[in-house]
T-cell receptor, first 112, second 115 residues
Framework: TQLLEQSPQFLSIQEGENLTVYCNSSSVFSSLQWYRQEPGEGPVLLVTVVTGGEVKKLKRLTFQFGDARKDSSLHITAAQTGDTGLYLCAGYSGAGSYQLTFGKGTKLSVIP | DSGVTQTPKHLITATGQRVTLRCSPRSGDLSVYWYQQSLDQGLQFLIQYYNGEERAKGNILERFSAQQFPDLHSELNLSSLELGDSALYFC??????????????FGEGSRLTVL
């Protein structure tokens, strides 16, 4: 089983601050996804990164896939209270792989 | 609303009992996934079906079983329940599981409490 380690596990910041969360593995993934989960709901996809070194931006969120396709980061600029939630990274191990493996997540709290 | 429907939303039962969780995928999605989410283990992949056939198996206990029916809905059966089986069980569906980049659409989950 390929493992994805996320750090930090918990993060509490003030509104307006910047933050970065990380997703690391010793294994290569064909693609990595980031999901956000709010209490009482299922995870919702934010982005998929496929190419090593790829950077994708979604408004104030910037996602990067490592060159070796073993790690990824999510940077949030000027965090807002609406960003509060559990951020999960997930990876497909290869072409034809049906199993999406999730990390344990980073629980983000943005305080007004 | 993801389009994936799970029932029941909440379930409380006793150790040793058996329960069935039901999932209806998004219209047109042939692939269904089951995940278990607990505080200490995170989101654990259990099993995946595509068009009625089992395609991938994860950390699913022998006491658990699942199937996907011809109308594409799926059921997860949990038997001989133990306290440690208390968790959120999520169903997800996708259009094409073969590309290795597909988005999973999750239901709202079924919260199982075993007393």
């Amino acid at each position: 089983t390929q493992l994805l380690e996320q750090s930090p596990q918990f993060l509490s910041i003030q509104e307006g601050e910047n933050l970065t969360v990380y997703c690391n593995s010793s294994s290569v993934f064909s693609s990595l996804q980031w999901y956000r989960q709010e209490p009482g709901e299922g995870p919702v996809l934010l982005v998929t990164v496929v190419t090593g070194g790829e950077v994708k931006k979604l408004k104030r969120l910037t996602f990067q896939f490592g060159d070796a396709r073993k790690d990824s980061s999510l940077h949030i600029t000027a965090a807002q209270t609406g960003d509060t939630g559990l951020y999960l990274c997930a990876g497909y191990s290869g072409a034809g792989s049906y199993q999406l493996t999730f990390g344990k997540g980073t629980k983000l709290s943005v305080i007004p | 609303d993801s389009g994936v429907t799970q029932t029941p939303k909440h379930l409380i039962t006793a150790t040793g009992q058996r329960v069935t969780l039901r999932c209806s995928p998004r219209s047109g999605d042939l692939s269904v996934y089951w995940y278990q989410q607990s505080l200490d283990q995170g989101l654990q992949f259990l099993i995946q079906y595509y068009n009625g056939e089992e395609r991938a198996k994860g950390n699913i206990l022998e006491r658990f079983s699942a199937q996907q029916f011809p109308d594409l809905h799926s059921e997860l059966n949990l038997s001989s329940l133990e306290l440690g089986d208390s968790a959120l069980y999520f169903c997800a569906s996708s259009v094409d599981p073969f590309m290795g980049t597909g988005e999973l659409f999750f239901g709202e989950g079924s919260r199982l409490t075993v007393l």
